[in-house]
Each structure stands twice: as structure tokens, then as C-alpha cells.
């Protein structure tokens, strides 16, 4: 008879435990549905699941729109209120809301944008970790030879070289004007399609010096015997991630899960997801929920 009880007590306590879980996640259905826009490019797709995910696992309820677009459509989706929340670039948005803007580290150029935003939207942290500013390309050759290492030691000799451009796959376009390196007056300034062009003239001599629109994490095969050089004065402005949202949408607990998302987030991480979606056929919800998985967020 006690064994009686004892089973009948527990069937009754799972009972109860049932119910509560039905009434709350009834209360998770019935609260308000937030929205994570996407542009065309992949880096804008992968960003869009990492928030929706992210912000999921705070209980709410959430759902990525997709191919909204360029910039200019992704943030218009935003300010009618189709979306709630976008990924971002700090130095690209910044001089979307702001042409005059002439910041340039990251802290500052943070300050910048939270000043340069529109009534009703807001950023969270950004991610410091996730820069994808264009990079300054030599061969490796001519870096040894030159003893150049940085962006800085270039600049003297900036007004004999020509120049390449070229963009990275899969960002996020930045606007004109962006991959312009200040300090450094080319002489001369050509177009290329891909990384792997701007990497064969590189090494064919046809171009001193290339500028590759973001990280050589993205096109790794693209960029073998060429040096990146290093830009700690910022000649390129800052352009770290961060999600853009809509005021009053978000409480501080999903605030506070963005923040920890802009903690984790690295250049590498991003470059490899894009690189999973774009190259390997991936969903990015897959991607995106992998890396969320693999850093307890």
C-alpha cells in the first residue's frame, strides 16, 4: 500500500509538473513575435539566425525574415516595423546615418552611430571581436624586401603604387568611399572581381598593393603569398558587428543576451560560417545554432 501511494504521489506531482510547463510555454506563444531581418548577402543571413536563435533561448518567440535586400531595404524594413532587429556594421551604418562622420576607432566610432541613430532604435554592445574592416594586401615578397608591416609603413610610398579592389564574399557591401585608406594617396586605382583575381595581379606584378573589402579569413585560398598588414591606427574605419533593434521591443534580459553573443562573436567564427553557407551549402540556422551551441548561448 505505501508503494501504492509513493507511485500515486508521483504520478500526481509529474501532473503538475506538465501543466506548468504547458501554461509556460503557452506564456512564451502568446508574447509578442520578434522579428530578425536579413539582406542578400550570406554574412547578413548568418547574423539574422545567430540573434533569432540567441534571443530564442530567452523564451521568446522569434523569426527570421529573408532576402529583405541591401542595406538601404534591410534598415527601410526596420523603420516600417516589418523587422525588429538587423545585423550590423558599426563604421558601414554610421556612415549610412552620417556622411560627415569622420570617427574612426572603434570605441568612437561605437559613440558615433548610438549618437547618429534615429528616434526609436537602438544598438546593443558591439562585437570587438568581429572585425571586418578591409585589409591592406602585399605579397609577401615585397613585405620582406620592404620591411613593411603595417598600413604606416606603406604610406610614404602610397602615391607610386597602384592599388587593386576587390570585394569579400559574402559581406555585407560597405558604402563608397569606405574602402578608401586615408593617409595613403594611390597613384593609380584598379577594379578586380573576386579575391582570386586581386591575388594573381598581386603576384603578377600588375598591382603593388591590394585592398580586399574584408577579412582574407573569407577566401583563404585566395590569398596564399600574400601578407595582410596590420592597422592599428584605423586608416580603415572600425566596422565591427552589431545587431540594430527596434526601442522598447527587447527587455534587458534579451538586451543582456545580445551583449553576451557580442562577447563570443569572432572574426574567424563569422568568417567560417559564411564560408559553411556559401561554399558548402549550409543553412544558416544550422551554422548559426552550432556556434550558439558551442558557446553555451
Given amino acids: 500500500m505505501m508503494l501504492a501511494t509513493s507511485v500515486r504521489m508521483v504520478a500526481q506531482f509529474l501532473v503538475v509538473v506538465a501543466v506548468a510547463l504547458v501554461v509556460s510555454c503557452g506564456n512564451d506563444d502568446s508574447g509578442p513575435l520578434i522579428t530578425v531581418g536579413a539582406g542578400d548577402s550570406v554574412e547578413s543571413a548568418v547574423l539574422a539566425e545567430i540573434y533569432a536563435g540567441a534571443l530564442a533561448r530567452t523564451g521568446a518567440r522569434t523569426a527570421v525574415e529573408s532576402r529583405l535586400g541591401g542595406r538601404s531595404d534591410h534598415l527601410a524594413a526596420l523603420d516600417a516595423g516589418r523587422v525588429d532587429v538587423v545585423g550590423e556594421h558599426t563604421g558601414a551604418l554610421l556612415a549610412h546615418l552620417d556622411e560627415h562622420a569622420a570617427d ?20 546593443s554592445d558591439i562585437a570587438d571581436g568581429a572585425d571586418l574592416r578591409p585589409r591592406v594586401l602585399l605579397t609577401e615578397q615585397a613585405a620582406a624586401r620592404d620591411n613593411v608591416r ?19 564574399p559574402g559581406l555585407l557591401p560597405l558604402p563608397a568611399g569606405l574602402d578608401r585608406v586615408i593617409g595613403c594617396d594611390f597613384a593609380a586605382t584598379a577594379a578586380f572581381p573576386d579575391s582570386a583575381a586581386l591575388r594573381r595581379a598581386l603576384l603578377d606584378g600588375q598591382i603593388q598593393v591590394g585592398l580586399l573589402t574584408g577579412p582574407p579569413e573569407l577566401a583563404p585560398g585566395a590569398t596564399g603569398g600574400l601578407a595582410a598588414l596590420s592597422d592599428d591606427d584605423y586608416a580603415l574605419r572600425a566596422e565591427n558587428v552589431l545587431p540594430l533593434f527596434r526601442k522598447g521591443l527587447l527587455d534587458q534580459r534579451q538586451i543582456k543576451k545580445l551583449n553576451y553573443v557580442a562577447g563570443e562573436l569572432r572574426t574567424e567564427d563569422l568568417a567560417v560560417m559564411i564560408r559553411r553557407v556559401r561554399d558548402d551549402g549550409a543553412a544558416p540556422g544550422e551554422v548559426a545554432r552550432a556556434w550558439l551551441d558551442e558557446h553555451a548561448l
Fill in 150 to 168: 603595417s598600413v604606416d609603413d606603406l604610406a610614404p610610398r602610397c602615391g607610386e603604387l597602384t592599388v587593386g579592389v576587390a570585394s569579400a
Fill in 104 to 123: 574612426r576607432l572603434p570605441a568612437k566610432v561605437a559613440s558615433a552611430l548610438s549618437a547618429a541613430l534615429p528616434e526609436g532604435l537602438l544598438v
